[in-house]
């Protein structure tokens, strides 16, 4: 079965301090990736997707994220990260059948000012 | 707002009542998704509707939840005889009427706690 690795649990960073969360999937045929957030109290929000073409991929808020398929790996990274990036983000992966999300057990990022 | 919406945000029961959850997506989403998220877990896929049609429920759906999308819009998560274990965040999404998987929209959720 499919399944989505996040490696770090909690990441504690200052503002301005880059960021680096790292995903790994597991199924080896065309995957399509995502990044979702969980700002506090609030819904989960799609940060950037990926489907095909360019690996490195643009999403909200300054965030990007690079497909390395010889790695299996989908991190989501930001050069300088604020406080409002406080939140817990999620990456995920579409089933083999194309029809759900699987999602890693998620990451909590502690930004303080 | 135009979003996934989710009725009740919270509900409290007692061990062994039933309890139903309510979902609207949106309006123009054919593809209606619940999962499950527990402290310290991402969601977890419990099943999926295209249209009215239930077309995949996970194992974690056990024969005590059962979920409806009776006019292809709106949705119900029904849990009977509730467990302790029950308790969780139950989140609902919905996607486009493309042909392909997109992306989701998720709801704030119903966090259900069973004492």
């Known amino acids: 079965a499919q399944s989505v690795s996040q490696h770090n649990h909690h990441v504690i960073l200052s503002e301005a301090a880059s960021l680096e969360l790292g995903c790994n999937y597991s199924?080896?045929?065309?995957?399509?990736l995502f990044w979702y957030v969980q700002y506090p109290g609030q819904h989960l929000q799609l940060l950037l997707k990926?489907?095909?073409?360019?690996?490195l991929v643009k999403g909200i808020k300054g965030f990007e994220a690079e497909f390395i398929k010889s790695k299996f790996s989908f991190n989501l990274r930001k050069p300088s990260v604020q406080w409002s990036d406080t939140a817990e983000y999620f990456c995920?992966?579409?089933?083999?059948?194309?029809?759900?999300?699987?999602f890693g057990k998620g990451t909590t990022l502690s930004v303080s000012s | 707002d135009t979003g996934v919406s989710q009725n009740p945000r919270h509900k409290i029961t007692k061990r062994g009542q039933n309890v139903t959850f309510r979902c609207d997506p949106i309006s123009e989403h054919n593809r209606l998704y619940w999962y499950r998220q527990t402290l310290g877990q991402g969601p977890e896929f419990l099943t999926y509707?295209?249209?009215?049609?239930?077309?995949?429920k996970s194992r974690l759906l056990s024969d005590r939840f059962s979920a409806e999308r009776p006019k292809g819009s709106f949705s119900t998560l029904e849990i009977q005889r509730t467990e302790q274990g029950d308790s969780a965040m139950y989140l609902c999404?919905?996607?486009?009427?493309?042909?392909?998987?997109?992306?989701?929209?998720f709801g704030q959720g119903t966090r259900l706690t069973v004492v």
């Open positions: 995920a992966v579409i089933n083999q059948a194309g029809t759900a999300l699987i």
């Open positions: 999404a919905s996607s486009s009427r493309g042909q392909g998987f997109t992306e989701a929209f």
């Open positions: 509707f295209q249209n009215e049609a239930q077309l995949e």
């Open positions: 990926y489907f095909s073409g360019d690996p």
């Open positions: 199924y080896g045929g065309t995957v399509n």
